[in-house]
């Protein structure tokens, strides 16, 4: 059972998908944190993958890997960022693993001989996780967020659960809608129909809306406010301006123009436990528009083929991580998408001599593997500012092995699982279930322990000795190699505590000025107003480069 008096506060899209619902649901976090109390943010993905894990990143975007190791959806990314929290297994929930357990427990005839139904058994199973979450970690309100919009077929369950809770505990739980508003060009209007059927859809569910986040290009103004109240049910004050923005990170200092928190606190029946204070938020954002000068980062990739819109997705961690460590050191990182394919025989390579630093980030796979490796050269012989993040530190390794050590058939056995020289290997006791094909039990997922090895950039930039950073991938720097590689120059200066694992790799100071590569994702952990230290110092020895 829920704990007596936790809020649930249900979000649900309106109209249409991708306005930013995700957003929402972070600021609201951030606005109620603000007031004193403690929020865990939930999200319900209504895809039958049990986890994202399996998802291709250019369909669905950044897979944003919890502490626990979970795999999990970008928006979890955006609710740590903004609550500045970690959220654990119970804050996420997809339809695969919800109705996986209604059909383990059906195999294991928890049911007593009934026949199990969507409704109620699936449903209960829904609303079970949701109390699950509440109690879990002690917050007093969850935000919980159901994906897809109204109407669609596949959150049904979802809506009907929310209604249900409702029922429970008719004074405990509020529903926000998170609606669209066009402002169609010939007429230069903005109109509400869309939201208002929407709403009466919702209704349709037994659910009415208190809430609705207005969302359009520009702000709502009081005559829409009062037409979509009296034609809704909702009032004027709890119809929220949420208009377009430079940054996603205005949306709560907005939501606060609005005294959207002050009225959520009302409709949930709370006081203000302390006056909300978003002035370093404030600063934050400031610096995130003004910060000079302009630092020109190369992200060689691979996950763009598609278009546009669809990179910024697959490495939104990443994105967010430089504009936070860019804010904190007063410079601006702008980011340009190389296709690593280009540079597939070495020709072009140099191009990248105009870029202030060089990122080549996680992937999988043979594409583009290659252009890589040439970029990894180029920003070492040239002395430009280099970070790898993970499969990028593979690959920088990989590189010093072939170019500067002479190991010329050195590979990663993911992409040549004959290679001579398998300086990136798998660990022994994976390769059986490789074997098989048993793919989902061999990465190595979420937080692990790093040691920092003294007077290495790391240990500098991290200020500490020992980390825990989060991981997803399935090879390694093979430990038969250490010995030759460090001969080669490279340092590693972070390992698993008992030493046997890789987890950072450089190249000192007096050869390069910043030449690293981290096994794990330190973008997963990188937070507005607590920049990853590594891209810090990744940024800051760009900024030297710019300014030289
Ligand atoms: N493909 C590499 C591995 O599985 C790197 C993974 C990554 O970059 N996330 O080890």
Not at 44 to 73: C, K, Q, R, W
Not at 187 to 214: C, H, W
Not at 341 to 354: P, R
Not at 478 to 492: M, T
Request: net charge negative.
């Amino acid at each position: 059972m829920a704990q007596d008096g936790h809020k649930y506060i249900f979000v649900i899209g309106g109209v249409m998908s991708g306005v930013g619902k995700g957003i929402a649901v972070s600021s609201m976090g951030l606005i109620l944190k603000q007031r004193g109390y403690a929020v865990n943010l939930v999200k319900i993905d209504p895809y039958l993958n049990v986890d994202a894990g399996t998802m291709n990143p250019t369909e669905h975007g950044e897979v944003f890997v919890l502490d626990s190791g979970l795999e999990t959806d970008q928006d979890m990314g955006n609710y740590e960022r903004f609550l500045d929290r970690d959220l654990t297994n119970q804050d996420y929930m997809t339809s695969g693993m919800v109705y996986r357990t209604v059909i383990d427990n059906e195999r294991a005839l928890k049911y007593g001989g009934k026949c199990v139904e969507a409704i109620p058994h699936v449903r209960d199973e829904i609303l079970r996780r949701v109390e699950a979450a509440a109690e879990h970690n002690g917050s007093k309100i969850s935000v919980i967020e159901i994906g897809g919009t109204v109407g669609d077929f596949q959150n049904a369950l979802f809506i009907d659960a929310a209604r249900v809770m409702k029922m429970k505990h008719p004074n405990d739980v509020v529903f926000v809608m998170v609606s669209y508003l066009p402002v169609p060009g010939t007429l230069g209007e903005m109109k509400t129909k869309p939201t208002q059927s929407a709403i009466r859809e919702l209704n349709s569910y037994g659910v009415q809306p208190d809430f609705i986040i207005a969302r359009s290009t520009t702000a709502i103004d009081d005559k829409r406010k009062e037409k979509l109240a009296t034609s809704c049910n909702v009032l004027p004050e709890r119809v929220i301006s949420a208009p377009d923005v430079e940054s996603i990170y205005e949306v709560p200092l907005n939501f606060e123009k609005d005294e959207f928190g002050d009225h959520l606190l009302e409709a949930l029946g709370l006081s203000e436990k302390k006056k909300p204070d978003l002035r370093e938020w404030q600063k934050f954002v400031d610096a995130l528009a003004t910060s000079e000068p302009v630092l020109k980062i190369g992200i060689v990739g691979k996950y763009f083929d598609t278009g546009d819109y669809i990179l910024s997705d697959a490495y939104l961690s990443v994105i967010e991580a430089l504009k936070f460590s860019g804010a904190a050191i007063g410079a601006k990182p702008k980011i340009d998408w190389i296709n690593a394919k280009e540079f597939q025989n070495g020709e072009g390579v140099e191009k990248l001599a105009q870029y202030d630093g060089i990122i080549v980030p996680g992937g999988f796979g043979e594409t583009g593997i290659e252009g890589k490796i040439h970029a990894i050269k180029f920003a070492r012989e040239n002395k430009i500012p280099y970070f790898g993040l993970c499969y990028g530190m593979q690959l920088a390794v990989i590189e010093v092995a072939r170019h500067v050590l002479g190991i010329k058939e050195a590979h990663t056995v993911e992409i040549n699982p004959t290679t001579a020289h398998p300086i990136v290997d798998v660990m022994p006791e994976q390769k059986d279930l490789i074997a098989e094909g048993n793919y989902g039990g061999t990465m190595r997922l979420g937080v692990y322990t790093a040691e920092l090895g003294k007077g290495t950039i790391a240990r500098e930039a991290y200020g500490k000795d020992k980390v825990e950073e989060r991981h997803r991938h399935r090879y390694e720097i093979n430990p038969e190699y250490i010995e030759q590689l460090e001969k080669g120059g490279i340092v590693f200066s972070g390992k698993s505590p008992d030493g046997v694992l890789m987890e950072i790799a450089e190249l000192p100071q007096d050869v390069h000025p910043f030449f690293l590569g981290t096994q794990f994702h330190p973008e997963l952990k990188a937070r507005p107003l607590s920049p990853h230290p590594l891209f810090t110092a990744f940024l800051k020895a760009a900024k030297e480069r710019n300014t030289k």
